[in-house]
């Protein structure tokens, strides 16, 4: 009797090692894609982003096909972010003061996970890598490696359980990290309520909610090459810089995980030049820069890519009609 | 009040490590560091903590470690520049060609673990960014921990956002200065005030 329920327990356990090794890759992203849309968690998250490390409170709720995202700074200054969709409201509690930002391309400050992956099998290959530990839950560790220098290697480690993202890692050369979230401590299914704590600033405004994209043959730039993978993702022309007033053409570009700005403005008077951002390469954490002078415009390109990357992108920008926006 | 200097010390020794202080407000605090026992350990753990949660990867070293070596190399005897010397004054015996054999592969010995010692300096600047310029400037004597390179800082590229436009783009690319409370009012964005009393 013993021998037969010995028998089960290592079928039984079997099974369940063989169901989770029928998950690819691929599947237990977006499984996690899923999770975190129709899930409401909180926790406490690490960030380690532009050489800043920043310990915050994280709440997401999902209700009625709705996802809002919330941070609360654990240290100064003392602020409160609300993502609703594509838009951010940033409170900052001393000032009274709160900043109403759009961002249609972004959707966590987690994770920004694609939600169609094969798209991206020309880019990146996926593996699973192995199964760890972090906040005390077992995760699945899923690699996402570059198949080409153009971009980073990233480690998304996600709940075995839950599917939710519980660690993201992205690695520069040799392996170093460049930027990391992490949860120390998440709750999952724990009911909360969307907040709307900052929606006072809301009756303040003059203004109805201004959407900011714009064609990208607006431009007045274009791009001759791409890095294979990457796609312009979205494109604005508006004032950028509170201390001038002029327009600044911004193209967004993305592979899925990576993305790359693209900035070009007429070049600033002597007066304004020492905020300007110098000629040459800059790095900060992940993101790598590049600027340089084209006609009489400057431009400017970065994001979270090796700095080769920043650069091929930018020796391939040329003026449509050789004039500044 | 004591707990509230401790406070702004810790906050200072921070904002070191993010490499966020002025010139004339790191000089002084390493100045202070210099003299101060239990604020060399914090600056040590404070780094320490930086460092692995950035590379996952820790060396470990104790807080008096230059202090150590710099005794160690006072008390070490003058060995190779009288007996190089002494090697070419005195005529060539097979002892002291054995001697003079034995004196180069020293030599060469000591040269790859230079070169060794060296590249690891080299591999763990790159965890702790440009304080370490700052460091030497400030006291070339001070006892910080082996990960602190000694070596200058020969990267082609800027490290920090040097201004307000880096700034500005960065916050228009993505939500990332949001998480680290450096947003600026852009004029793109609306902002209000609220429940001003």
């Not at chain 1, 939600?115 to 972090?134: H, I, M, P, Q, T």
């Not at chain 1, 930027?179 to 929606?199: D, G, M, R, S, Y």
């Not at chain 2, 590379?55 to 003058?78: L, M, T, W, Y």
């Amino acid at each position: 009797m013993v021998h037969v329920v010995l028998l089960f327990l290592l079928l039984s356990a079997g099974s369940v090692f063989a169901e989770e090794k029928l998950l690819t890759a691929k599947e237990i992203l977006q499984n996690m894609v899923k999770a975190m849309a129709e899930s409401d968690y909180q926790g406490t998250v690490v960030f380690l982003k532009n050489d800043k490390l920043e310990a915050m409170k994280y709440f997401h709720t999902a209700s009625n096909n709705k996802e809002q995202e919330r941070l609360l700074s654990l240290n100064s200054p003392p602020r409160e972010i609300v993502r609703n969709s594509d838009e951010i409201k940033c409170l900052y509690k001393l000032t009274r003061q709160v900043i109403i930002d759009h961002r249609p391309y972004e959707h966590s400050f987690i994770v920004d996970a694609p939600k169609n992956l094969d798209e991206l099998d020309a880019s990146y290959r996926f593996d699973v890598v192995g199964e760890e530990d972090v906040a005390m839950l077992p995760a699945f560790v899923v690699a996402i490696e570059p198949k080409d220098d153009f971009r980073y290697v990233r480690k998304i480690w996600v709940a075995k359980q839950q599917f939710l993202p519980l660690k993201a890692v992205v690695f520069g050369p040799n392996g170093l990290v460049l930027e990391q979230v992490i949860f120390t401590e998440i709750q999952v299914n724990k009911q909360t309520q969307p907040v709307n704590t900052i929606a006072a600033a809301k009756s303040l405004l003059d203004s109805p909610e201004t959407p900011i994209a714009a064609e990208t043959a607006q431009a007045a730039f274009e791009l001759t090459a791409l890095p294979k993978g990457f796609k312009e993702i979205f494109f604005s022309r508006k004032p950028l810089r509170k201390t001038s007033g002029q327009p600044v053409d911004h193209l967004l570009l993305s592979d899925g995980f990576a993305s790359v700005s693209v900035y070009l403005e007429a070049k600033q008077d002597n007066a304004a030049a020492d905020s300007g951002v110098p000629e040459g390469m800059h790095t900060v954490g992940a993101v790598n820069s590049i600027s340089r002078n084209l006609a009489d415009a400057q431009l400017t390109v970065l994001g979270e890519v090796p700095a080769s990357t920043v650069k091929f992108i930018a020796e391939n920008v040329k003026l449509r009609n050789a004039t500044a926006p | 009040m004591v707990q509230l200097m401790q406070d702004n010390m810790n906050e200072k020794i921070s904002r070191l490590i993010d490499g966020d202080l002025d010139h004339a407000e790191t000089l002084q605090l390493l100045k202070k560091i210099q003299t101060d026992e239990s604020l060399r350990l914090k600056l040590w753990r404070y780094q320490t903590i930086s460092q692995t949660l950035k590379s996952d990867v820790n060396c470990h070293a104790g807080s008096d470690f230059s202090r150590k070596v710099f005794q160690d190399i006072q008390q070490e005897p003058p060995h190779f520049l009288p007996q190089i010397s002494q090697a070419k004054t005195l005529p060539q015996t097979p002892k002291t060609q054995q001697q003079h054999g034995r004196m180069w592969l020293a030599v060469a010995a000591s040269t790859v673990a230079a070169a060794v010692l060296v590249a690891q300096a080299i591999r763990n600047e790159q965890n702790t960014g440009n304080i370490q310029s700052i460091t030497a400037m400030a006291s070339p004597q001070l006892a910080l921990p082996a990960s602190y390179p000694s070596s200058t800082n020969s990267k082609p590229v800027n490290r920090r956002p040097l201004n307000t436009q880096f700034n500005e783009y960065l916050q228009a690319h993505n939500s990332s200065v949001y998480i680290n409370g450096e947003a600026e009012f852009q004029p793109y964005a609306r902002v209000a005030s609220f429940g001003r009393e």
